[in-house]
T-cell receptor
Framework: SQTIHQWPATLVQPVGSPLSLECTVE??????LYWYRQAAGRGLQLLFY??????ISSEVPQNLSASRPQDRQFILSSKKLLLSDSGFYLC???????????FGDGTRLSIL | QKEVEQNSGPLSVPEGAIASLNCTYSDRGSQSFFWYRQYSGKSPELIMFIYSNGDKEDGRFTAQLNKASQYVSLLIRDSQPSDSATYLCAVNDKAAGNKLTFGGGTRVLVKP
């Protein structure tokens, strides 16, 4: 069966520091991969999605970037974090069109 | 801009009653519809998906789709306190690589 791993579970970072969040999927090949952010009490905001290695689509202009160095690995990065980057970051995967997305456990990021 | 609308709630339901959640969407071309449950502080969990007009039942959950009226609903029968959560409606955007657009969620409170 397919599983998705996200780490770390929680992270506290100072303003201006770099960020790297990692997500890996097991048990499937060539998944579509997604990064979402959820601010406290708010809905899900799609940040990036990828349909293949090296293929990244950005949904919202910001100081974040994403990379997909391997088929089942998706990385979310920032060179300099802002206070507004605080939130709950979720990675998700799906296979094929019209199929549901499945979420990892998420990373709760707090910026001080 | 594709939109998915949900009443934010809270929807207060007595234990054992039926909870009825509604979701409307703007994109007539949407083909896939999903319901996710999200407990506080946790990631969304897929509970139902529906592709065709009509009803789809899975245990205590029933999803109802009406493409002509552009709404999808979720019924929770015999509601339990453990059903207290936020329920997210998601709709695929066929014109944009089948990405999902999420509603803001409906918070459900089941009172013993």
């Amino acid at each position: 069966s397919q599983t998705i791993h996200q780490w770390p579970a929680t992270l506290v970072q100072p303003v201006g520091s770099p960020l790297s969040l990692e997500c890996t999927v097991e048990g499937t090949s060539n998944p579509n991969l997604y990064w979402y952010r959820q601010a406290a009490g708010r809905g899900l905001q799609l940040l990036f999605y990828s349909v293949g290695i090296g293929q990244i689509s950005s949904e919202v202009p910001q100081n974040l970037s994403a990379s997909r160095p391997q088929d089942r690995q998706f990385i979310l990065s920032s060179k300099k974090l802002l206070l507004s980057d605080s939130g709950f970051y979720l990675c998700a995967w799906s296979v094929g069109n019209n199929q549901p997305q499945h979420f990892g456990d998420g990373t709760r990021l707090s910026i001080l | 801009q594709k939109e998915v609308e949900q009443n934010s709630g809270p929807l207060s339901v007595p234990e054992g009653a039926i909870a009825s959640l509604n979701c409307t969407y703007s994109d007539r071309g949407s083909q896939s519809f999903f319901w996710y449950r999200q407990y506080s502080g946790k990631s969304p969990e897929l509970i139902m998906f529906i592709y065709s007009n009509g009803d789809k039942e899975d245990g205590r959950f029933t999803a109802q789709l009406n493409k002509a009226s552009q709404y999808v609903s979720l019924l929770i029968r015999d509601s339990q306190p453990s059903d207290s959560a936020t329920y997210l409606c998601a709709v695929n955007d066929k014109a944009a690589g089948n990405k999902l657009t999420f509603g803001g969620g409906t918070r459900v409170l089941v009172k013993p």
